[in-house]
């Protein structure tokens, strides 16, 4: 491939990238503020609490006869 048309594929990627990240920065700029950010982090962090306290939670003893 000639560095001409390298460079040329180059810099078309280059502003495709741009434009995409201009792109999701407005969208994240267009959020609604009320509406809660990271739920879905929140409740996976709330479940993994979850999992370690039944993990670590005491054994009952079992009464031997």
């Known amino acids: 491939m000639y560095p001409e048309t390298h460079l040329v594929l180059h810099h ?13 920065r407005l969208a994240v700029a ?22 370690l306290r039944l993990a670590a939670a005491p054994k009952a003893a079992v009464a031997v006869p």
């Open 30 to 51: 267009a959020r609604r503020p009320g509406r809660p950010r990271g739920l879905r982090t929140r409740l996976g962090w709330t479940l993994v609490e979850v999992g």
């Open 12 to 24: 078309a990627r280059a502003a495709e990238l741009r434009a995409e990240a201009d792109a999701y």
